[in-house]
């Protein structure tokens, strides 16, 4: 007769999923569902949400409301623990900080706006830091920690079979090189081990010690050069991990999103001035 004993002793998968960045898009409890299909059967999952109480920097005048908020997340993300940081948009931090970095407001190589970047790394930050502290108060262990965007829960199709197995020292940060190229970073979904997403606490002030050139001042290029610092990790391809790209990619290269920003940074650099 078989032996069943182990399977049904076996803890349930347990993972951490953790959410940074604007809330540029609005989700759906069916997003939701659609997305924990990805996960093995009887997955627990805990929600992190580190976000800023603006939808994007073109709505100038809307905020986010914490109370509504956290509502709506936890009608979305029903019997999952979740855990809401939001925090008050203060892009002059940013645009000041690339000032004293040396970095000019608008990169004509990358054609990037060096403060989104710079702001995308405080949340990112801060978003581990609060799972790095939540599971040195708690104890708690998870097989995986996923950070993602909230736009890419219904665009993200598979995991491949990286969920299925307790994750120790790998971080799944490189993209498929067969459709990518060469060793290129992945940052909308990365999957990472709970005993070192502390490590992802300091992106933001290691711009202080990068300081990458101007011309290859990529988001993805700066986490790359953080993570090589790290021997004790392994950076890992991201192998059977399928998703589509956000509509709001080349966004960010259309004249009138720039000609907005040039706007919103002289403003800002006036208020501060």
Not at 68 to 92: A, G, K, L
Not at 107 to 127: A, D, E
Not at 147 to 176: A, C, E, P, Q, W
Not at 208 to 220: H, I, K, N, S
């Given at each position: ?41 009887n997955s627990k999952v805990d929600i992190f949400i580190t976000c800023c109480n ?125 459709l990518y190229g060469d060793k290129m970073i992945e940052d909308r979904v990365i ?83």
């Amino acid at each position: 007769m078989a032996d069943f004993s182990e399977n049904i002793n076996k803890p349930a998968p347990r993972f951490c999923l953790g959410f940074f960045g604007m809330i540029r898009v609005p989700i759906t409890r069916e997003d939701f569902l659609h997305f924990m299909r990805l996960f093995p059967a009887n997955s627990k999952v805990d929600i992190f949400i580190t976000c800023c109480n603006r939808p994007s920097e073109m709505h100038e005048d809307v905020e986010l409301d914490i109370n509504n908020f956290t509502q709506i997340m936890h009608d979305i993300f029903v019997d999952c623990p979740v855990h809401i940081h939001m925090y008050p948009y203060e892009p002059h931090i940013y645009i000041k900080r690339t000032q004293k970095l040396g970095y000019e407001q608008y990169g004509k190589v990358t054609k990037m706006h060096p403060y989104r970047i710079m702001s995308f790394h405080h949340c990112f930050s801060m978003l581990t830091r609060n799972i790095s502290d939540h599971i040195t108060k708690t104890g708690v262990g998870y097989d995986n920690i996923i950070l993602t965007r909230f736009d890419m829960l219904s665009r993200i199709s598979s995991f491949g079979d990286i969920l299925h197995t307790k994750n120790v020292d790998n971080f799944y940060v490189y993209r498929n090189p067969a459709l990518y190229g060469d060793k290129m970073i992945e940052d909308r979904v990365i999957i990472v081990p709970s005993n070192h997403v502390g490590k992802l606490q300091g992106l933001y002030d290691s711009h202080e010690t990068l300081r990458l050139r101007q011309d290859v001042f990529w988001a993805e290029n700066i986490l790359k050069e953080y993570l090589k610092q790290f021997p004790d990790i392994c950076l890992m391809v991201q192998e059977g991990v399928e998703m589509e790209f956000s509509p709001f990619k080349d966004v960010k290269y259309e004249d009138y999103f720039l000609e907005f920003q040039n706007y919103f940074i002289n403003k800002i650099l006036q208020q501060v001035s």
